[in-house]
């Protein structure tokens, strides 16, 4: 006992320290620095300051909260209502085609994904194709823009983050007894009614792992909207950044992580605290 | 029965959504324009730029030197978390198991933000070197996952008829359970050089003034609207990379015929 529990210790260890410090301090200091004066050169000061804390009530923040959530339910949304069809279908093809589909979901996930933002603001640029081609069609005007709103932002998140809602969904739907679908079948359900009545629910806690890994870093969202949206679609990461980079003040910058952290951590800890039940 | 066919209709379609942007990038790399909307003839004069480009050369040189560092201490660190979380009703691993599962949760933005400020609070340069200890704090997570999904059907039967045959602990492990975990270990090892060599938003944070990585030089590149064609061509490259890469490590994690 006494030799296994130090064998255990000797293992955790190295992880365990590690993370402590590259992970717990750093997300510590966040909240320490949130309570320091910054100074005007761009440094922290010394001593404590509500500044920071206090420069978050700011109507302007509100607003920017808000649109960091609906930016990030609207993308969960479309994320989870395409992958729903999706493993479902993936779920009933042969096996062979079923992981051969899997390495196509994947590959995605392995690509840079500087890239394929990159990829995305050239095919909605003012001069792309897909605009000269709309405008061709009449339907856009002019000097309508596909680059720099809200479309262009949920858009290019669902690209980047469908792979992560289809592959929980896809483990869900492996399990799902289709069998069930055939019986509200028989029972004379049309197909609409058997899958929303049927699949959605059987599928629940793939729905639920979806949302989280979609919704959660969505929040933290930093790069879709700075490279293919615009001053009306800037969501909290953005707003990190700037204070960040361009502002040089780095208390504001922890207060307004500190705040994102709190969004984000806390229905993590929520959720385990249901758990046992 | 009668299937419908929306759902298949819409994977399709997905699909497409998928591979199209990539495909038309990879397309666009071979485009004598300068300018996307154009196709002015078939042209490999981008990539043949490429290779006058030092700065590209000298990021992706830093860029290979911190992933191969991240993954290697991540593969020692992942493991060695992935073994200690076996040892499953502990006060100790349920810690263990919350701090491991904080860097696959927490987005970015904050993990890049935390870390700068520790830098700062403890006087550390910003270098490569921090890029790599903030790049081995993820991948960590990562190996220890991919890890720890094949100690699941792992087969400790081996281990145990070593032992009995009057190995040691130590020999057991190097000699038995070591190589037989090794594929895991380096998928998981694999997945870590990826994930560095991919990573924007964190290195963004924690590097400092001329310790730019080919994501973070490309990234102002293209904010600059600066050389968008030789972008294209860099892109398609690493997109080949990346292909190739998946290949191997499908290799890797297909399971084995026998278990021994």
Known sequence: MNKERRSE???????????????????????????????PAGGIGEGWSLDAVRSLAEPAYLSLLLRTL???????????????PVAYAMARLTPVWRSRVLLLVIVPFWTNFVIRVFAWQQILHAQGYLAELLRGLHLIGPNDRLLGNLGAVVLVSVYTYLPFSILPLFAAAEKFDFGLLDAARDLGAKPARAFFGVFVPGVRQGIITAFLVVFIPMLGSYVVPDMVGGTGTQMIGNKIAQRNFSDRNLPEAAALSGALALLVLAPMFLRRKEKPQ | MKKSRLPFATLLLVLVFFYLPIGFLVLNSFNNSRYASKWNGFSTRWYERLTERDDLVAALGNSLKIATGASLASMVLGTAAAFALRHRASKLQDAHRLLVAVPLVLPDILMGMSLLLLFISFGLKLSLFTITLAHITFCLSYVALVVQARLQDFDFNAVEAARDLGATKLQAFVKVTLPLLAPGILAGGLLAFTLSIDDYVITYFVKGPGSDTLPTLVYAMIKKSKDLPVINALSSIMLLVTFAVVAVSQRLTRPTPSSI
């Open chain 1, 9 to 39: 210790i000797l293992a955790t260890a190295p992880s365990f320290l590690w993370l402590a410090m590259f992970v717990l301090v750093p997300v510590l200091i966040i909240f320490a620095i949130a309570f320091r004066p910054a100074l």
């Open chain 1, 70 to 84: 609906w930016i990030s339910a609207l993308t969960t949304a479309a994320c989870i209502a395409l992958s729903l």
